[in-house]
């Protein structure tokens, strides 16, 4: 399985598709998080949160994508294993890599008022977000959607529906909750952390279900 991760991310450095979600987050931190030196950190999570989300459903149809049906068959006879594995742990991985960035933030800039509660929570919020679009890129690469136009509009048309959808578990409540709190509480970690177990719970069950219809396709 190491080797299988280790030439899935080889292909995803080598073609450098990581870029352009790479960039994004970053363009987005340095709108969203430029308050992280003197400001309350848990409502910067909120938006970045969404980022976070955006970014690794791009990375994961992206790194899918990237791969031909030949190529992919080749590489699970090789390996024994799902190809499939391997792209979710380098997404989770490589958004893992740039969450940290956001988290580190408030030490590099010096903001004293930022709390070690306030930094798991946001920790876990951007693992939701992380797994959660993972799953969305997944159910909408072309192992599932085949036409390149219809999966671009159904990965745009679930993260609008997560993000926007007023109530929807896990994304949708757990940003609205960081917005309002200045700080976080065991209150508010507890419920961000039951909103992560929903999303890794969704991304177990859209693997499976992106596994058993690429198999049953290829």
Do not use: K
């Amino acid at each position: 399985m190491i080797a299988l991760v280790r030439y899935t991310a080889s292909i995803m450095f080598h073609s450098q598709r990581y870029l352009p979600s790479a960039l994004l987050f970053v363009a987005c931190m340095g709108m969203f998080a430029n308050g992280a030196g003197d400001q309350p950190i848990v409502p910067i999570f909120a938006p970045m949160t969404g980022v976070a989300l955006v970014c690794s459903a791009w990375l994961a149809v992206t790194l899918i994508n990237l791969e031909d049906p030949v190529q992919r068959s080749i590489s699970a006879v090789n390996s024994g294993r799902s190809p499939l594995a391997a792209v979710v742990v380098v997404v989770l991985l490589s958004s893992m890599a740039l969450a940290t960035l956001v988290v580190a933030l408030p030490a590099v800039l010096g903001n004293d008022r930022t709390t070690a509660l306030d930094l798991v929570t946001g920790a876990v919020a951007l693992v939701a977000a992380s797994c959660l679009g993972t799953a969305i890129g997944l159910v909408t690469s072309r192992l599932v959607v085949r036409r390149p136009g219809y999966s671009l509009l159904a990965t745009l048309l679930l993260l609008v529906v997560v993000l926007l959808t007023r109530g929807l578990p896990p994304i949708n409540p757990l940003i609205l909750r960081l917005a309002r709190a200045e700080s976080a509480s065991g209150d508010v970690l507890a419920d961000t952390a039951l909103d992560a177990g929903v999303a890794v719970v969704v991304l177990v069950l859209c693997a499976a279900l992106t596994q058993a219809i690429s198999a049953r396709r290829e």
